[in-house]
């Protein structure tokens, strides 16, 4: 890898924000440095406080390839502003060079050409050598593990979550919050939480029965550092029972809680904090909206939509810091904390080049040992890919057309629906698709790929809500997934118009014809919310699918229209 | 597909198709109204409806309303067939003016609480709650 790395350092780029003056500056400081272990680490260690911030992981311990957004709709007052811009659009606003790592690191364009110059990003063990080093800084720095972390591959599903755990576990974050580790069932999830030395937290978990703060998670921890009293509150991601199955963890209630926040944060203050850290997994409008109707919070780590900011957006007197996802980024962030509030910040989204960085030996030792057993199965070649495959993006990616034409072929069906998740990593045109590949973009506790029948009014009905979910102008009511992906099935989305007018047009792309809405279609999917759904599970179909196909190549999808966006 | 999916999915057409039906409840909702306050002006200040944005379960929604100084307040679910949930009174002993109770919601709509107040002015609190058929989150 010697030559890759001579590469990059004679190519690039590195981040530092000082306070708000740094902000539209981002690339500029970063071109006129190269691409090196120490320039991607570089700080000029600033105030009292660091906090360290990492989200979204899904499991995925090794180096992968993520290929970032191209369609990302914001509504409302979110319409065409950050995060809701990709590609050029992007680049132009924080001044990022094509062709640049960061123009690989952050946006989706020229991706396959990009992801061959400069590599796999993420990885636990360079993770762990970026704490290690920000830790070497400020030994006392807050590590905070914004959830999302105990889900997505083969491996975290055989182990229920234990390989995951054993890696965190080394790396010893400070507080956690959630989302997919409850879909692991309330039992197993328990299990783990007391196998953990830090602290569960989410001020909207809450008993299901009673509606009382839920005993196994605490609203918010106390930190001391640098003199000041630091008070880290939690927010789970509000909405599992319905997004995900909620009859796997029925002890439990959520919800945005927005008086509960303000509560939980008057709380803290009374108590003495200096500093109040939201580690949340609202997503990001939703903490947009929160940092402007709740007072008190000095900093929101935001996670859930996946996005990588490279400067934190301000609300107000709070600033919201966005990680990204799947270990592509590590966030620091240096406060100066005095007199009882914040009155200074310096940040920096550390992209994990893992081409780059040096792999922690302890942590590669401790992945690999997990890794051992299942090494077979994981490596196994089931076929090849033809052009890049991923899945982020508001609407269609290539690896859920690649699901729903396995869904449709395999399952005997006209349509074919997958669901509208944010977590997967890409495959390059021409590799190799792993069994351990098919499981990044499927693995989950609910995988049965039902086969049942749909009226054309019901089919409306879904996307419907679905749409709603993700393009309802009120942050609080949207949920933070994409939308749900189809095959075998065309319609027009007006993302402006109210709910329930959104979708028209919906064709059975097989005849060219109108979908009838008293007529059934056959409909094959999967990860349905549903108990007691039967079928084969989403990897064995998709796995078939592959050996039979050999190369798979993806057509161009034009078959969802968008208006509005 | 088990009877429990198909039942699963009855339901939600069932709600989606109540809620295309506001008409009539609305009528009833201004005449429940009316009927509370006497056509007397509605203010906004003074009263609190707690609800969640998005119901977890449309058949068991916790709602809770608080007014300090109310003598009653009523709970209207608008998008219901019949939109009259119930009215809480509190008497002179009353510690406190708040209540909590779960409802049942036909499909997305607006929970509507009017609180009357000691001195015989009325204040209207209210929330969009969403019933959706779940999906796929993040």
Known sequence: MISRRDFLQAAMATTAIYGGSGFGQWSRLAAQQALTQDRLLEFDTFGNVTLIHLTDIHAQLRPIYFREPDTNIGVGDNRGVVPHITGAEFRRFYGIEDGSPSHYALTYDDFAALGREYGRMGGLDRIATVVAAIRADRPDAILLDGGDTWHGSYLCYHTKGQNVVNAMNLLRPDAMTFHWEFTLGTERLLELIEQVPYEALGQNIFDAEWDEPAENFAPYTWFERGGAKIAVIGQAFPYMPIANPGWMFPEYSFGIRESQMQETVDQARSEGADLVVLLSHNGFDTDKKMAGQVTGIDVILSGHTHDALPEPVLVGETIIVATGSNGKFVSRVDLNVEDGRMTGFRHKLIPIFSDVIEPDAEMAAQIAADRAPYEGALKEEIGTTGGTLYRRGNFNGTWDDLICDALLTQRDAEIALSPGVRWGPSLLPGQAITREDIWNVTSMTYPEAYRTEMTGEFLKVVLEDVADNIFNPDPYYQQGGDMVRTGGLGYRIDVTAPAGKRIDNLTLLSTGEAIDPARSYVVAGWASVNEGTEGPPIWDVVERYVAEKGTVTVDVNTSVEVVGG | ?138
């Open chain 2, 1 to 138: 597909m088990t009877l429990t999916r198909r039942h699963t999915l009855l339901a939600g057409m069932a709600a989606a198709t109540a809620a295309l039906l506001p008409l009539r409840a609305v009528a009833s909702v201004d005449e429940a109204i009316a009927e509370f306050t006497g056509g007397a002006d509605l203010g906004s200040e003074g009263i609190t409806l707690t609800a969640p944005e998005i119901a977890e379960n449309g058949n068991t929604v916790p709602i809770e309303v608080a007014a300090p100084g109310a003598t009653a307040i009523m709970l209207l679910a608008a998008g219901n067939p019949n939109p009259d949930v119930g009215t809480f009174n509190f008497g002179p002993l009353a510690a406190s003016q708040r209540a909590s109770t779960r409802i049942r919601l036909a499909g997305t709509q607006d929970v509507i609480a009017i609180a009357k107040m000691a001195d015989g002015s009325f204040a209207r609190a209210s929330q969009e709650v969403k019933v959706t058929i779940g999906g796929c989150g993040g």
